[in-house]
């Protein structure tokens, strides 16, 4: 028998829209999971808009959330620059190479491209250049610590699939032999700190995504169950060959009540 989480984290991109198109019957299985009085928490990976706009592109596809239930990787960034300055007693220099549109989320630390002890990165679309790289290289080779705000491989656009940034935070580490701090989805930070402000224990969450590594796997990490929906960027031959095993396969999030009955 199942045993009805009190928790249900929800990833957003894929699970419930791909671009501007809530995946249908999304809205309305939220709407029935509050009648039922599960909690629930919104994880996202997402680095191209800011924590406002994400809240307003939700509510205006027909969700409903209040600001608080909405955990993005950026946020989690703050939070962990904000310990490392507490526990240094200094200002941390950092260097966010990030999306306009994010950039105000770290207005409150000195930024310093020349001699920065912290790089920031996420996603900044066709930015990228080898120019960039090299600087990038640069600074982390002569110390400075590469902050990635997640490490995803792809996500799916309206296009169809795109590499994501896991492809520049897995060079970086590499040329610059040092292992980069993830801040989003798989981190079981990132997790612990939503089972934190639910107040609910593993084993009564589940999460909800269409990545079988970063929302799957990361959260059966946790001891939390990991459901998997064929949306977004899901494909079967890479489910398949993944040696994730996911506690539950849906269609799609429209099917995750009947599931819990
Ligand atoms: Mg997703």
């Given at each position: 028998m199942k045993r009805i989480p009190e928790l249900i984290m929800l990833d957003l991109d894929g699970t419930l829209y791909?671009?501007?198109?809530?995946?249908p019957g999304a809205i309305d299985c939220l709407k029935t999971l509050r009648e039922r009085d599960i909690q629930l928490r919104f994880l996202t990976n997402t680095t191209t808009q800011s924590h406002d706009e994400?809240?307003?592109?939700?509510?205006?596809?027909?969700?409903?959330?209040?600001?608080?239930?909405?955990?993005?990787?950026?946020?989690?960034?703050?939070?962990?620059?904000?310990?490392?300055q507490q526990k240094l007693?200094?200002?941390?220099?950092?260097?966010?190479?990030?999306a306009d549109s994010i950039r105000q989320d770290f207005s409150e630390f000195f930024w310093d491209e020349q001699r920065p002890d912290f790089v920031v990165l996420g996603d900044i679309g066709d930015a990228w250049d080898l120019t960039l790289i090299n600087r990038l290289f640069n600074v982390m080779h002569?110390?400075?610590?590469?902050?990635?705000l997640h490490k995803n491989r792809f996500w799916q656009t309206e296009e169809?699939?795109?590499a994501d940034i896991g492809f520049f935070v897995a060079g970086l580490e590499y040329i610059c032999s040092k292992n980069a701090r993830l801040m989003?989805?798989?981190?079981?930070?990132?997790f612990q700190q939503v089972l934190d402000s639910a107040r609910v224990d593993a084993i009564n969450a589940m999460m909800v995504g269409d990545d079988i590594d970063s929302d799957v796997d990361g959260a059966q990490q946790m001891g939390?169950?990991?459901?998997?929906?064929?949306?977004?960027k899901y494909r079967e031959a890479y489910a398949e060959q993944s040696s994730v095993r996911p506690n539950y396969i849906l269609d799609s999030i429209a099917g995750l009540n009947e599931l819990l009955r």
């Open positions: 791909v671009g501007k198109q809530a995946i994400l809240i307003a592109q939700l509510r205006v596809m027909g969700f409903t959330l209040e600001d608080e239930e909405l955990i993005s990787a950026p946020a989690a960034a703050k939070l962990e620059l904000l310990a490392i007693r200094r200002p941390v220099r950092i260097w966010p190479v990030v002569s110390g400075a610590e590469l902050i990635a169809g699939l795109k989003g989805k798989p981190n079981r930070a990132f939390i169950r990991g459901c998997l929906v064929r949306t977004g």
